[in-house]
Protein backbone atom coordinates (compact mmCIF):
# COMPACT_ATOMS: atom_id res chain seq x y z
CA UNK A 1 0.00 0.00 0.00
CA UNK A 2 1.67 3.02 -1.33
CA UNK A 3 1.04 6.56 -1.97
CA UNK A 4 -1.18 8.71 -0.98
CA UNK A 5 -0.09 11.65 1.51
CA UNK A 6 -1.80 11.23 4.51
CA UNK A 7 -3.80 14.29 5.17
CA UNK A 8 -4.85 16.08 8.32
CA UNK A 9 -7.01 14.60 10.56
CA UNK A 10 -10.58 16.26 12.07
CA UNK A 11 -11.70 19.31 9.78
CA UNK A 12 -14.06 21.65 10.33
CA UNK A 13 -17.56 20.28 11.60
CA UNK A 14 -19.36 23.37 10.20
CA UNK A 15 -18.44 21.96 6.26
CA UNK A 16 -17.07 19.04 7.47
CA UNK A 17 -15.92 16.18 4.62
CA UNK A 18 -15.77 12.01 6.07
CA UNK A 19 -12.76 11.60 7.09
CA UNK A 20 -10.99 8.64 5.18
CA UNK A 21 -8.70 5.73 6.27
CA UNK A 22 -4.93 7.36 5.13
CA UNK A 23 -2.93 5.11 2.80
CA UNK A 24 0.42 3.83 4.70
CA UNK A 25 3.38 5.25 2.24
CA UNK A 26 5.19 1.92 3.01
CA UNK A 27 3.51 -2.59 2.09
CA UNK A 28 2.57 -3.71 4.92
CA UNK A 29 5.30 -6.06 5.11
CA UNK A 30 8.02 -3.29 4.81
CA UNK A 31 9.20 -2.93 8.33
CA UNK A 32 9.58 -6.42 9.10
CA UNK A 33 11.31 -8.35 11.05
CA UNK A 34 10.67 -5.87 13.55
CA UNK A 35 7.35 -5.53 12.93
CA UNK A 36 5.30 -8.18 11.13
CA UNK A 37 2.96 -7.84 8.05
CA UNK A 38 0.18 -9.69 9.93
CA UNK A 39 0.19 -6.27 12.94
CA UNK A 40 0.37 -3.70 10.28
CA UNK A 41 -2.42 -5.19 8.52
CA UNK A 42 -4.70 -5.56 11.17
CA UNK A 43 -3.79 -2.39 12.71
CA UNK A 44 -4.52 0.01 9.40
CA UNK A 45 -7.23 -1.78 7.83
CA UNK A 46 -8.96 -2.54 11.26
CA UNK A 47 -8.02 -0.67 14.35
CA UNK A 48 -7.33 2.19 12.33
CA UNK A 49 -10.33 2.16 10.23
CA UNK A 50 -12.54 1.33 12.72
CA UNK A 51 -11.39 5.09 14.61
CA UNK A 52 -12.14 6.59 11.28
CA UNK A 53 -15.90 5.15 10.95
CA UNK A 54 -16.55 6.05 14.74
CA UNK A 55 -15.28 9.49 14.18
CA UNK A 56 -17.71 9.79 11.42
CA UNK A 57 -20.83 8.83 13.21
CA UNK A 58 -19.98 10.38 16.19
CA UNK A 59 -19.43 13.81 14.20
CA UNK A 60 -22.60 13.81 12.48
CA UNK A 61 -24.51 13.06 15.38
CA UNK A 62 -22.88 16.05 17.20
CA UNK A 63 -23.82 18.31 13.76
CA UNK A 64 -27.72 16.74 14.47
CA UNK A 65 -27.27 17.88 18.42
CA UNK A 66 -25.81 21.22 17.18
CA UNK A 67 -28.98 21.67 14.95
CA UNK A 68 -31.02 20.94 17.59
CA UNK A 69 -29.24 22.74 20.26
CA UNK A 70 -29.33 19.71 22.26
CA UNK A 71 -26.43 20.47 24.69
CA UNK A 72 -27.17 17.55 26.91
CA UNK A 73 -26.47 14.97 23.47
CA UNK A 74 -23.48 17.56 22.18
CA UNK A 75 -21.94 16.50 26.07
CA UNK A 76 -22.58 12.95 25.56
CA UNK A 77 -20.74 12.37 22.51
CA UNK A 78 -17.98 14.24 23.53
CA UNK A 79 -15.48 10.64 25.01
CA UNK A 80 -16.62 9.30 21.45
CA UNK A 81 -15.10 11.90 19.50
CA UNK A 82 -11.75 12.33 21.98
CA UNK A 83 -11.67 8.52 21.67
CA UNK A 84 -11.96 8.01 17.63
CA UNK A 85 -10.83 11.54 17.14
CA UNK A 86 -7.58 10.59 18.68
CA UNK A 87 -7.12 7.46 17.21
CA UNK A 88 -7.22 8.89 14.04
CA UNK A 89 -4.92 11.67 15.33
CA UNK A 90 -2.34 9.58 16.77
CA UNK A 91 -2.66 6.79 14.00
CA UNK A 92 -1.80 9.20 10.93
CA UNK A 93 0.90 10.60 12.99
CA UNK A 94 2.46 7.22 13.53
CA UNK A 95 2.45 5.65 10.29
CA UNK A 96 4.77 8.16 8.88
CA UNK A 97 6.82 8.11 12.09
CA UNK A 98 7.91 4.57 10.96
CA UNK A 99 9.86 3.82 7.81
CA UNK A 100 11.44 0.70 6.14
CA UNK A 101 14.82 3.13 6.06
CA UNK A 102 14.22 4.53 9.52
CA UNK A 103 16.31 3.75 12.66
CA UNK A 104 19.36 5.07 13.98
CA UNK A 105 19.84 8.83 15.01
CA UNK A 106 18.49 11.99 14.37
CA UNK A 107 20.45 14.94 12.51
CA UNK A 108 20.55 18.59 12.24
CA UNK A 109 18.66 20.66 14.68
CA UNK A 110 16.44 17.59 16.22
CA UNK A 111 19.69 15.83 17.54
CA UNK A 112 20.94 19.55 18.94
CA UNK A 113 17.40 19.75 20.97
CA UNK A 114 17.91 16.21 21.81
CA UNK A 115 20.56 16.56 23.46
CA UNK A 116 20.41 20.15 24.83
CA UNK A 117 16.85 18.95 26.60
CA UNK A 118 17.81 15.21 27.52
CA UNK A 119 21.42 15.41 27.64
CA UNK A 120 22.16 12.64 24.68
CA UNK A 121 20.34 10.58 22.52
CA UNK A 122 20.86 7.67 24.18
CA UNK A 123 19.75 9.12 27.40
CA UNK A 124 16.63 10.76 25.84
CA UNK A 125 15.71 7.12 23.84
CA UNK A 126 15.63 5.33 27.32
CA UNK A 127 13.59 7.99 28.60
CA UNK A 128 11.25 7.62 26.22
CA UNK A 129 11.22 4.22 25.99
CA UNK A 130 10.80 3.57 30.18
CA UNK A 131 7.74 6.35 30.03
CA UNK A 132 6.41 4.04 27.51
CA UNK A 133 7.10 0.66 29.41
CA UNK A 134 5.27 2.82 32.02
CA UNK A 135 2.07 3.03 30.29
CA UNK A 136 -0.68 1.64 32.72
CA UNK A 137 -3.16 -0.72 30.29
CA UNK A 138 -3.18 1.25 26.71
CA UNK A 139 -1.55 4.12 25.53
CA UNK A 140 0.94 6.21 23.75
CA UNK A 141 4.43 7.57 24.32
CA UNK A 142 5.10 10.70 22.90
CA UNK A 143 7.97 12.99 22.20
CA UNK A 144 6.63 16.43 21.91
CA UNK A 145 7.28 20.39 21.43
CA UNK A 146 6.55 22.65 24.23
CA UNK A 147 5.57 25.88 22.13
CA UNK A 148 5.58 28.25 25.08
CA UNK A 149 8.97 27.11 26.39
CA UNK A 150 10.75 26.24 23.16
CA UNK A 151 11.75 23.10 24.57
CA UNK A 152 11.37 19.02 23.63
CA UNK A 153 9.43 17.40 26.47
CA UNK A 154 8.28 13.11 27.03
CA UNK A 155 4.86 12.55 27.78
CA UNK A 156 2.59 9.43 28.17
CA UNK A 157 -0.62 9.72 26.85
CA UNK A 158 -4.05 6.83 28.43
CA UNK A 159 -5.56 5.69 25.67
CA UNK A 160 -6.43 7.67 22.15
CA UNK A 161 -5.84 10.97 23.93
CA UNK A 162 -4.63 12.84 21.71
CA UNK A 163 -1.30 14.57 22.99
CA UNK A 164 -2.15 17.94 21.53
CA UNK A 165 -5.31 18.13 22.88
CA UNK A 166 -4.90 17.24 26.22
CA UNK A 167 -1.58 18.24 27.07
CA UNK A 168 -1.30 21.19 24.75
CA UNK A 169 2.63 19.52 23.67
CA UNK A 170 2.42 19.43 19.50
CA UNK A 171 3.52 15.54 18.37
CA UNK A 172 6.44 14.78 16.97
CA UNK A 173 7.09 11.05 17.48
CA UNK A 174 4.14 8.84 18.95
CA UNK A 175 4.59 4.95 19.75
CA UNK A 176 1.74 3.15 20.43
CA UNK A 177 2.22 0.46 23.20
CA UNK A 178 -1.64 -0.77 23.01
CA UNK A 179 -1.55 -4.80 22.99
CA UNK A 180 -2.84 -4.54 18.86
CA UNK A 181 0.60 -2.77 17.94
CA UNK A 182 2.52 -5.81 19.54
CA UNK A 183 0.83 -8.87 20.80
CA UNK A 184 0.94 -10.92 17.63
CA UNK A 185 4.43 -10.83 17.36
CA UNK A 186 6.02 -9.84 20.81
CA UNK A 187 2.82 -11.57 23.19
CA UNK A 188 2.66 -9.37 26.47
CA UNK A 189 6.50 -8.35 26.50
CA UNK A 190 6.35 -4.56 25.12
CA UNK A 191 9.97 -4.01 26.27
CA UNK A 192 10.89 -6.31 23.38
CA UNK A 193 8.62 -4.17 20.66
CA UNK A 194 9.72 -1.03 22.21
CA UNK A 195 13.46 -2.37 21.63
CA UNK A 196 12.15 -3.22 18.31
CA UNK A 197 10.40 -0.27 17.20
CA UNK A 198 13.54 2.16 17.70
CA UNK A 199 15.07 0.29 14.07
CA UNK A 200 11.55 1.58 12.25
CA UNK A 201 11.84 5.25 13.33
CA UNK A 202 11.14 7.75 10.64
CA UNK A 203 13.88 10.71 11.85
CA UNK A 204 12.97 12.68 8.75
CA UNK A 205 9.38 12.62 9.56
CA UNK A 206 10.12 13.70 13.39
CA UNK A 207 12.59 16.55 11.99
CA UNK A 208 10.30 17.92 9.30
CA UNK A 209 7.46 17.98 12.21
CA UNK A 210 10.20 19.61 14.64
CA UNK A 211 10.92 22.43 11.52
CA UNK A 212 7.01 23.25 11.03
CA UNK A 213 6.26 23.63 14.78
CA UNK A 214 9.21 26.46 15.41
CA UNK A 215 8.13 28.84 12.69
Not at 24 to 30: E, K, M
Not at 103 to 117: F, S, V
Not at 118 to 134: I, Q, R
Request: charged content about 20%.
Amino acid sequence: RSGAKLIAPLGCLVSRQKHTLPDLPYDYGALEPHINAEIMQLHHSKHHATYVNNLNVAEEKYKEALAKGDVTAQVSLQPALKFNGGGHINHTIFWTNLSPNGGGEPKGELLEAIKRDFGSFANFKEKLTAVSVGVQGSGWGWLGYNKEHGRLQIAACANQDPLQGTTGLIPLLGIDVWEHAYYLQYKNVRPDYLKAIWNVINWEDVSSRYATCKK
